[in-house]
């Protein structure tokens, strides 16, 4: 019994092929996961199945209706989330599911909706102002009003945090009954690995279907087999290290936190934050969202100001010499601050003028920066018509436009593919071994593997500090995951 | 119904929290009809203009002081040519007249006398009263002096009454004109954020995925709107007549009626530019350049249609504003002009319910447009 089929079905935006003949059936009953790179058409692909796009060519058969003729037939069975969760950021929680009961004409019955999402207590916050995690559930909750046969989830956990995602996944299996069939779109692939059947598809085609342990046993071998599907990733030597020439004059502490600490009124969003980056160093700060990283993060680069204590880059005090203490590091934000209507090229000259690096070897630099990132070939493309790994790149190329001794970087990876995620660590830790500080923030619990120390923050403070390893034992737990939710745990119990 | 209705109250609910909206509403028109009443002044002022009389005689002496007593001129008195022209220089004074010293003596022979007149061109409507007050005066003070024998009286007297306006108060026109102004910010400007604002957000998508049809979209937004729309229009009424006292001659039935009508077709174009564009700021930027800034210019408001050249003169046919401002005019000065009503309604109507089906056609079920022949096949269906 399938609850989709397609069959040959193609569909151009353009001169842009997103999917292109494929063919599918999606088994009722079932937690199916979509996985597959950015661009590759996955969301184009869930839009397609419910009725939101029609087919150039090729049939799909959805529930047994035609999602391009019966999509108002269609439209009660479904439930969708999309990408951006789909919430009234100006109504409160229940004033969200309210509408949403309306609209899919089902009683205002929330009470064991709001329970299992633990958002009674919030019920009259605004949307806008709950966490990233809650924010997902109230989405999944709108979604889940009215039972749905068939629930299509677009990237749900796309820059939340791991106890927030294992909730979620909690929560969809708990919530469907035996006959829904689910469909998640993840760029995660420990979470596809355990899903009843995964697809993967690359280039508008499918180039796997079947049980994700068929293709292998645990989620590491499963994530690396399907790097290999998508033709595999080749680890060479980073040319962006390569071509990095770091100071001479570093420091053994290349930056300090010291006491650093911010308050909103009563509330403590960073308390009493110590630490010291040696040189050549990953940093890692780990934490649910909320717990005070990105703040952390702003006033280590000066953009915040701590209401006590300080950090040092370089020795330099951030909150007495703001400027020069800056102009040691490269800052890559969350979200990749671009200039989206710039060009590659302009926005390259744009953050190597506002690093100061001297006209006359401005456009030396520029084009050196261009050549050893990749980027000839879209020199002269608008950044925001970039697929997001490249977006990703160029940030990163203006964040190093200046050779800072010293890397942030602000959840540089959410949203990103497998692939582009490989490439990415593999020249961070070229630039690590060749003596580059780096800081970084990651929802990714593979990701944090590959740094060599680890600060776990919580409701404001540090609450571990070591490396990788010394973390897992800690915790007795044999993955960055357990551990991370096995410590906050048991913070919380404190 | 029930989704309408759902829709109806979550917009109702995000225009309550949103201070912009009630800002626009309700805080912008008195600070526009402030800027009216206050501000802007197209009558007839008091001007300033310096005098200098080179003329001894005692006659010519009192036509110095009429210029004093006159209501329409501050005369200040000046002994020497130079301090005149720095006045003027500094803008201290608008104009000035200069009596020659052969003034007098050429009038006692019965001759024609000169008199200077010094206008400030840079200002050219002050300079047109200057000019037009000291003529005045000068004939009227010859009229009752010793040499008023010798003018001939004119053979033609002029009786003017002016109709509607006896007062040619100004306000009384471009007050209740800003009310047309207060209504196409609302109209266009407000709502071309609204649609735009649910694709940018990504609530559009998850409004398609449900059972909500293209009608409740569309009336979901048009009846709030609309709502907060008439709601401004009732308080830019008690603030023209009660409280700044514009005389309102019409019904007040049929202000609303009209009004309704013109925020209907308001309503029509932002929620077009939205449904379009799918970007606030570029629908924005189209509704101020292509809702307000005509309604500002080309309504007949500030500049008179009929002295605007032929092509501007057929564009403001298409543009509403035009409609309803002729119309809120005349229901406040004239009174009800049936001709003028009609007219007025009968074209915002037709404009209304054009703008009407074409915010019904841009709108879809779906995230892209559907082809219209897939679109008919659709409705077979259904």
């Known amino acids: ?28 009953g079932k937690i199916t996961g979509l996985i597959g790179a950015d661009g ?23 529930l047994g209706f035609n999602p391009v003729t019966q999509k108002n037939e269609l439209t009660p069975h479904i439930g969708y989330m999309p990408q951006k969760f789909g919430l009234y950021e100006d109504l409160t929680v229940i004033e969200n599911l309210t509408l949403y009961a309306d ?87 420990d979470e596809a690995h355990s899903f009843d059947t995964s697809v993967v598809i690359d280039k508008g085609k499918v180039i ?22 998508m033709g595999g990733y080749k680890q060479e030597p980073s040319k962006i290290a390569e071509n990095y020439t770091l100071r001479e004059d570093i420091k053994d502490c290349t930056v300090e936190a010291d006491n650093l600490e911010k308050k909103y009124g009563n509330f403590y969003a960073v308390k009493n934050n110590s630490f010291c980056i040696k040189k050549g160093e990953i940093f890692g700060l780990l934490g649910p969202n909320g717990a005070g990283k990105s703040t952390s993060f702003k006033m280590m680069c000066g953009l915040a100001k701590p209401t006590n204590g300080t950090a040092r880059i370089m020795g330099i005090d951030i909150t007495k010499d703001p400027e020069k203490a800056r102009s040691n590091l490269g800052y890559m934000a969350q979200k990749f601050s671009l200039y989206g209507s710039l060009t590659v090229k302009e926005n390259l000259e744009f953050f190597a003028s506002a690093y100061g690096i001297k006209f006359k070897n401005r456009a030396d630099k520029v084009r050196e920066i261009i050549e050893v990132f990749g980027l000839k070939d879209y020199a002269n493309q608008k950044s925001e018509e970039l697929p997001l790994g490249l977006k990703q790149r160029l940030s990163m190329a203006c964040a190093l436009i200046h050779n800072p001794p010293v890397l942030f970087l602000d959840e540089p990876t959410s949203g990103v593919d497998v692939l582009t995620r490989r490439d990415f660590w593999n020249h961070i830790t070229s630039l690590a071994k060749k003596g580059v500080t780096i800081l970084v923030t990651t929802h990714f619990m593979d990701e944090a593997e590959y740094c060599d120390r680890i600060s776990l923050f919580y409701k404001g403070e540090t609450i571990s500090l070591g490396t990788p390893g010394e973390l897992k034992n800690k915790a007795k737990a044999a993955t960055m995951e357990e551990t991370f939710i096995t410590l906050i745990k048991e913070s919380e119990g404190k | 119904m029930k989704i309408l209705l759902a829709l109806i109250k979550k917009e109702i609910k995000q225009i309550l929290r949103d201070p912009s909206s009630i800002i626009i509403a309700f805080v912008l028109p008195f600070i526009s009809i402030m800027i009216y009443m206050y501000g802007i002044n197209l009558d007839s002022v008091k001007v300033t203009m310096g005098i200098k009389n080179d003329d001894s005689s005692p006659e010519v002496a009192t036509l110095v002081k009429s210029f004093g007593h006159s209501k329409y001129v501050n005369s200040i008195y000046f002994d020497n040519q130079k301090d005149i022209e720095g006045a003027i220089a500094r803008s201290k004074i608008k104009g000035a007249v200069i009596i020659p010293n052969d003034f007098s003596t050429k009038l006692a022979r019965g001759q024609k006398a000169d008199l200077l007149v010094i206008t400030d061109g840079s200002e050219v409507n002050t300079a047109n009263y200057v000019q037009s007050y000291a003529m005045a005066i000068a004939n009227n003070w010859l009229t009752t002096s010793k040499y008023a024998a010798s003018v001939k009286p004119p053979a033609i007297n002029a009786e003017i009454r002016t109709w509607y306006n006896p007062d040619l108060n100004s306000h009384y026109f471009i007050v209740p004109g800003s009310i047309a102004i207060t209504m196409t910010l609302i109209g266009i400007l407000l709502t071309s954020l609204v649609v735009a604002r649910e694709w940018e957000r990504g609530t559009m998508e998850a409004l398609l995925s449900t059972s909500v049809k293209p009608i409740h979209i569309v009336l979901g937004k048009y009846i709030p ?12 009424i008690f603030l023209c007549v009660v409280i700044f006292q514009i005389p309102f001659r019409g019904s007040y039935c049929m202000l609303l009626l009209v009004s309704g009508l013109f925020l209907f077709t308001c309503l029509g174009i932002g929620l077009n530019i939205s449904s379009l564009l799918k970007n606030q700021f570029l629908a924005s930027m189209v509704a ?3 809702g307000f800034l005509p309604a500002l210019m080309l309504s007949g408001l500030m500049f008179p249609i009929n002295s605007m050249p ?20 005349s229901e406040f000065m004239a009174g009800g002009v049936n001709s003028i009503r009609l007219e007025n309604a009968i074209f915002l109507a037709i404009l209304g319910l054009l703008f009407f089906i074409a915010v019904y056609k841009n709108t879809s079920i779906r995230l892209e447009k559907v082809p219209q022949k897939r679109g008919t096949k659709e409705r077979a269906v259904e």
């Open chain 2, 288 to 290: 101020m350049s292509a």
């Open chain 2, 225 to 236: 709107y609309f709502i907060l729309g008439m709601l401004s229009l009732i308080f830019n």
């Open chain 1, 40 to 62: 590759a058409g996955k969301t184009t692909l869930l839009r397609m199945i419910i009725g939101l796009l029609t087919p150039d060519k090729g049939e799909i058969s959805t």
């Open chain 1, 1 to 28: 019994m399938y609850t989709v089929e397609i069959k040959n079905l193609t569909k151009n935006f353009g001169s842009i092929i997103a999917l292109n003949n494929l063919s599918l059936n999606i088994e009722k």
């Open chain 2, 310 to 329: 032929i092509f501007f003169q057929y564009l403001t046919r298409i543009i509403p504003p035009r409609y309803y401002v002729s119309f809120v005019e």
């Open chain 1, 103 to 189: 609209l899919k004409n089902v009683p205002h019955v929330f009470d064991r909706m709001l329970e299992f999402t633990t958002l009674a207590p919030f019920q009259d916050r605004l949307a806008g102002a709950l966490s990233g995690g809650m924010k997902q559930k109230l989405g999944l909750a709108c979604t889940l009003l009215g039972n749905p046969d068939f629930l299509l989830l677009d990237e749900p956990s796309v820059g939340v945090d791991p106890i927030s995602r294992r909730d979620l996944m909690k929560m969809v299996r708990e919530m469907i009954n035996p006959q829904t069939t689910v469909l998640w779109s993840t760029a995660y692939l």
């Open chain 1, 208 to 229: 796997y279907e079947g049980k994700p342990h068929d293709l292998a046993p645990t989620p590491q071998e499963f994530e690396n087999k399907v790097i290999d599907l």
